[in-house]
């Protein structure tokens, strides 16, 4: 009586597992027009800020370049949408989108002029920005993120 209990929720469980994967297989083949770009970029910003923290706790700033790279390959198709026209989709103030491309174009600048700061090992530098950075995630989470 158990064992067959115990093969039906195995059943079970090969059923949802079969329709996870089919979901997680569909969305990384989702066209790009339908991806969220900016959760993308966030993701590949968010990596980029943890290794921040990295170099800066031990004193590495050579970590920071290649991280930051990514960064700029998820800005720049945010980029490439919004010349094509695509619609970028805010969870909260939307009507507020120029606003946020304004917050998103400085916030861009300073991550340069971190990079930049790290290349040539200016450890104060890149302290500073990363404390100018860290509040910009903040001051953009509570107003665009849900
Ligand atoms: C210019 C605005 C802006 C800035 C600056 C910004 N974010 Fe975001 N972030 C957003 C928005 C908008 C979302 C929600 C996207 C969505 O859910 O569609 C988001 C979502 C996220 C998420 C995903 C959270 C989730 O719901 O899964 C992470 C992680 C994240 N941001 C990290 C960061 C980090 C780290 C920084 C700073 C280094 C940062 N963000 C700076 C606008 C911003």
């Not at 004193?59 to 945010?78: S, T, Y």
């Not at 606003?99 to 971190?114: A, P």
Request: hydrophobic fraction near 40%; include cysteine; charged fraction near 30%.
């Amino acid at each position: 009586m158990k064992s067959k209990i115990f093969i039906r929720h195995l059943f079970c469980a090969g059923i949802l597992g079969t329709a996870f994967i089919g979901t997680a297989a569909w969305s990384q083949t989702k066209p790009e027009s339908e991806t969220n770009l900016i959760l993308e970029e966030m993701a590949a910003l968010d990596r980029a800020f943890k290794t921040v923290i990295d170099a800066l706790v031990l004193g590495d700033m050579q970590r920071i370049p290649p991280a930051l790279k990514e960064v700029a390959e998820a800005r720049e198709k945010v980029e490439q949408a919004i010349k094509t026209g695509q619609k970028i989709l805010l969870p909260k103030n939307q009507s507020q989108l120029r606003e946020f491309l304004r917050l998103d174009e400085q916030f861009h600048v300073d991550l340069e002029e971190l990079n930049k700061s790290a290349q040539t090992d200016q450890k104060k530098a890149v302290r500073n920005y990363a404390h100018k950075i860290l509040d910009a995630c903040v001051v953009c989470h509570e107003k665009y993120r849900k």
